[in-house]
């Protein structure tokens, strides 16, 4: 419950952006163009050091803390939009952000977005909404409904970690998606050798339903290969790049010119 209370005080001090910061991880397309980049969070707890989200996103979910927080990180993500504009630095075309599901969940969150994104001098258009099964299926018709109004608005929609959840593919086909991100679970298996690859399966379903498929946690050149041959769109992992914070990120991008 220590952790609760500095989660709290550390998003009562946001305007002092001294704890929290969003990263940065490149996606290159299938022929290595730089398409955009997802913003991963971190939190630099002062005495725990740097922790994962995936340790305080969950506790942020239960404490109601992420309305809050999720909000930090649309702001923070249109800031660097803004940044990257004005300094003319070609980040792709956008950048994702991870939405929580309760974050989906709040009755006007579409069109508060769009109003909070627009009214940051943001196109929707340059934002990906990265979104797990699990968010989608707990109230389907009211997920789809949210989504529709998100995709209307100009977002991106993509369906992350895809594979590892429970989504039908009847579901799957009346989201309005624009990505299904492959979880890399079934990218870490991929190897010269390996006859049917499930990426393969998850790539062709992905192409049927008329959407880019991405692969995530890319680590391997043998990897990278299996990929491109098998038609994956796009490609995001440790072997394209870490997620790395904002100067590392310029820098990256300063390098591959
Ligand atoms: O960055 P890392 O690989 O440690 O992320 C771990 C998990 O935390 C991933 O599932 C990722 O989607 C999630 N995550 C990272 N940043 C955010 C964020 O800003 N909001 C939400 N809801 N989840 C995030
Ligand atoms: O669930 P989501 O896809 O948002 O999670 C992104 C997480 O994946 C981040 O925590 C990021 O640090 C991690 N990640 C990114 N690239 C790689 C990779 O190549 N290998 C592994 N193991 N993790 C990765
Ligand atoms: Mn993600
Ligand atoms: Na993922």
């Known amino acids: 419950l220590a952790l609760e209370r500095g989660l709290r005080t550390a998003l009562e001090q946001e305007r002092m952006p001294a704890q929290f910061a969003l990263h940065f991880q490149p996606l290159v397309s299938r022929q290595g163009d730089l398409l955009g980049a997802e913003a991963l969070l971190r939190w630099r707890h002062p005495q725990l050091g740097e922790l994962s989200p995936s340790v305080f996103i969950p506790l942020a ?4 803390l992420i309305h809050a927080l999720g909000a930090w990180v649309i702001r923070e993500a249109c800031a660097h939009i803004r940044a990257w504009d004005r ?3 070609a980040f792709g075309d956008r950048l994702a952000v991870n939405v929580s599901a309760w974050q989906l969940a709040q009755p006007q969150f579409a069109a508060q ?5 627009r009214g940051a001098g943001v ?3 340059r934002l990906t909404l990265e979104l797990t099964e699990s968010a989608l299926l707990q109230d389907f018709d009211s997920a789809l409904d949210t989504l529709r109004q998100l995709a209307a608005a100009g977002f991106r929609l993509a369906l992350d970690d895809f594979g590892t959840g429970y989504s039908s593919l009847s579901y799957l086909q009346r989201l309005p998606l624009d990505v299904l991100k492959i979880d890399r679970a079934f990218v870490s298996e991929l190897h010269p050798s390996a006859s049917t690859p499930l990426a393969g399966f998850i790539i062709d379903v992905a192409h049927r339903l008329g959407v880019a498929a991405v692969a995530e946690g890319v680590e391997t050149v043998a990897q990278r290969l299996a990929l491109e041959r098998l038609g994956c769109d796009g490609l995001q992992g440790y072997l394209i790049c870490r997620p790395v914070d904002e100067a590392g990120f310029r820098q990256w991008l300063a390098e591959r010119e």
């Open 123 to 125: 196109e929707p258009s």
């Open 61 to 64: 979910e239960e404490t109601g």
């Open 87 to 89: 300094d003319g630095v």
């Open 113 to 117: 977005l769009e109003a909070e994104v």
